[in-house]
């Protein structure tokens, strides 16, 4: 198999990581697979450069950002190479130009465009294990542009693309994706076998193991991904496509403290009403969560999610602009939670919405705010019900024994 | 003026040392120069980088060794390109392959092969200052190689005569070329001018202020140097074609202790004699120091320098091969210091090797091996003799006053 398999800044953070990372490379090698490793920078370096260039300048350009920070990764992959060559394997590290990773010319947020994989191929047929510079790629200047958080994971993605790879694998600190935070849900289980919309649903909304872009580009390119542990042998979990059969309903429940929501009474239902108000908010640079409506009440409330710490920014704009919108009265709390069960196989099964509030309704949880789609359920409670209402909707569906009966 | 300038190690260590730099740099803008900066790594980094490698591998190959401790001079050059910034100086920050430095294959002691310009002319033509990483290179497989220590020197010289700059300015932790080393030789004074030919002796004799590569290259080019502070605005030394009129006939002295002589006696002097003994040495891949060997006596004595540190392994050697050489017997010194003295005048001026002579008896110190060239005299002296026999010849060409009179 030719194998693309990434390591994140924990995997790589001492030498000692480092060497055993190398090993377990080693092992796979010597199973006969061919890999093409992409690593991150060492834990804290990233950060630890763009204070350097804080304290010289608050301004700091995006350009030369990048290509300071840039510099991080491509020592991973140097000491990645030589620890794998201490291993009795050929190896050679590559940096974004020469691994042919092209991108769009934003500094600090760039997008791959292209992969042009000449190089990582002639490396692969000469027997080397190429080690690549994660999070970065090459803009039309010839500049070195990253790709923005999580891009490393991308990075992998991309190149099992352009070299179509049988398989990606994302090493990381945890050992795969799991249907609840585990810090929150004592009963949180492993997922073995997640499709690509539901692994989409759940990175989107904070399931930290596997970037929103990467899953994006795996499901559309049909990449094999498993996310599993850099520091131990267990099982991860398979991201794939899924035959309808073998979907679980719910694969998970997530959470995101830090929400505020906000309804505006009265904002008639007439056209541009809606527009007037996101359009106000997106000139604010402000992204907006879940939307909600009621349809054909006429009363024309709009409920909407923010971020909190940007609750204030939102405000003001609307309040300064109530003659442009319009609204009789404005609303906001907060202190609340968003909880999100998603499950590809949702859709078509009945009972899902009510199930998650009966589980609310059965710890006398209040539910705020109510918004689904085909494969997610997403409500507002208050934040101090946050735990007893994940755990109540995690129980409801992953009871010991229901979830693998459930899956049948 | 387009200005090429370097910035070394020491110079760019720290935040508070960038920033000045930076400030240096802008006053030189201000008063209608462009600049083309070369940074070295900061301080301790390479050395850092380097350990972590040998923490991972006593093997690691050169390749990856040139891949990771490369990154050093990146990071320099983005710093600095952020300080410029921060003083509203337009910067960009370029690495190797951006800036057209084109060299050898030979991963870890490069060669500049030859620079393309364009990037760089182009970032002038912007009214950008552009920051270069010194000390590396792109080979023809796209890889980055470094150039051998002192390679920051040799870029920048190699840009000057790529850009058909106006001046070439090395800025260090010293303020100039002096007679001798001021922490041997109480007396040292800074040299104000220079030529090529005498800062190639003085630098290749141990002269640490330039090195000697990018001396070599500035001489070819014809590219007026400065050897100048970091720290002040003291002026430095200028290294240039220097018209025989205006030339010293001493232009310094300068000391190695870390030598060992070795004497063959009675090596015929048949065709083949030398060689056989040279050849030897080399193929232990130790470099010879001075070789003297006296016309026409007949005795067959060799005598040459090493460096003390491999003494041992080339005395193995001869022993080993006695019978190939054929000498009578062998004799080894290795409490010597080499002094050399060295100035472009003294081909022209009858004396200065017996001024040198004359300054030695007057305090007692004797002369184990006189070699000459044209612009440079070298002796070895007993070792515990060292200080007192600089001093003796520093002053004999420098006593106060003297110099001054003697360059007229």
Redo the contacts between chains.
């Keep these: 198999m030719l194998i693309v398999r990434k390591y994140g800044g924990t995997s790589v953070a001492d030498?000692q990581n480092?060497?055993s990372a190398a090993s377990n490379i080693a092992k796979t090698y010597s199973d006969g697979n061919r890999l093409v490793i992409v690593v991150s920078a060492q834990g804290d370096t990233t950060d630890e450069?763009l204070a350097?260039?804080a304290?010289?300048?608050g301004?700091?350009?995006k350009?030369?950002?990048d290509?300071?920070i840039s510099?991080g990764e491509?020592?991973s992959?140097?000491?990645m190479?030589?620890?794998l060559?201490?291993q009795g394997l050929p190896?050679?590290?590559l940096?974004a130009?020469?691994s042919g990773i092209n991108a769009t010319s934003a500094y600090g947020n760039a997008r791959i465009k292209s992969v042009d994989p000449e190089?990582l191929r002639f490396e692969l047929e000469q027997g080397n294990t190429a080690v690549v510079a994660g999070f970065q790629g090459m803009n039309k200047y010839?500049?070195?542009v990253t790709i923005g958080r999580g891009g490393s994971d991308t990075t992998a993605v991309a190149l099992a693309v352009a070299l179509n790879a049988d398989l990606c694998e994302i090493c990381t600190d945890v050992d795969g994706v799991y249907t609840a935070d585990p810090r929150i849900v004592k009963n949180a289980r492993k997922i073995r076998v997640i499709s690509y919309d539901e692994m989409l649903e759940l990175s989107s909304l904070g399931a930290k193991v596997l970037h929103n872009r990467s899953a994006e580009m795996a499901k559309r390119y049909r990449v094999p991904l498993i996310v599993r542990s850099s520091f131990s042998d267990a099982e991860g979990t398979l991201v794939k496509d899924v035959p309808y059969m073998e979907r679980m309903y719910v694969s998970g429940v997530t959470v995101d403290k830090e929400i505020a929501g906000v309804t505006l009474l009265g904002v008639k239902g007439e056209p541009g009403g809606a527009y007037n108000v996101f359009s106000l908010i997106a000139r604010e640079g402000v992204s907006v969560g879940v939307i909600t409506r009621t349809a054909g009440t006429g009363s024309g409330d709009i409920s909407f999610t923010v971020v909190r710490s940007e609750l204030g920014k939102v405000l003001g704009a609307l309040e300064e602009n109530k003659d442009v919108i319009r609204y009789t009265d404005l609303k906001y709390d907060d202190r609340v939670a968003k909880i999100s069960v998603v499950g590809a196989g949702m859709e078509s099964t009945p009972g899902v919405a009510s199930g998650v509030f009966e589980a609310l309704y059965a710890v006398d949880i209040g539910v705020k705010m109510i918004s689904t789609s085909e494969i997610k359920i997403t409500i507002l409670v208050d934040e101090r019900d946050t735990e007893a209402a994940v755990n109540a909707i995690h129980d409801r569906f992953f009871a010991m024994g229901a979830h693998d009966e459930e899956k049948r």
């Design positions: 030498v480092i060497i450069l350097k260039a304290k010289i300048s301004g700091a350009g350009r030369e950002i290509a300071l510099t491509q020592q992959a140097a000491l190479a030589i620890a060559r201490a190896s050679v590290s940096n130009a020469q190089r010839g500049d070195v």
